[in-house]
């Protein structure tokens, strides 16, 4: 079974390099067919994700990161 020349079914094919199932490379095909090269693009692009830390917390975190000094513990080998 092949689309434009392309074989998709066999592991040489679109789903073994991208190493996807047959079904979501026709899945896929259909949404680009359908929609274009945006629906190719993930559904939460340019979302926030839900465990971002807030920009307040997240500079706090950077500052200390940047002004607090590294502890060493240095190990005598002599007795």
Do not use: C, F, K
């Amino acid at each position: 079974m092949g689309w434009g020349g392309v074989v998709l079914d066999r592991e040489g094919g679109i789903r073994g390099v991208l190493g996807l199932s047959l079904r979501h490379v026709r899945r896929l095909l259909a949404a680009y067919r359908e929609e274009g090269a945006a629906a190719l693009a993930h559904g939460n692009r340019e979302r926030r994700p839900h465990n971002a830390l807030g920009e307040d917390l997240r500079r706090q975190v950077v500052e200390l990161a940047g002004s607090t000094p590294m502890l060493a513990v240095t190990i005598s080998t002599s007795e």
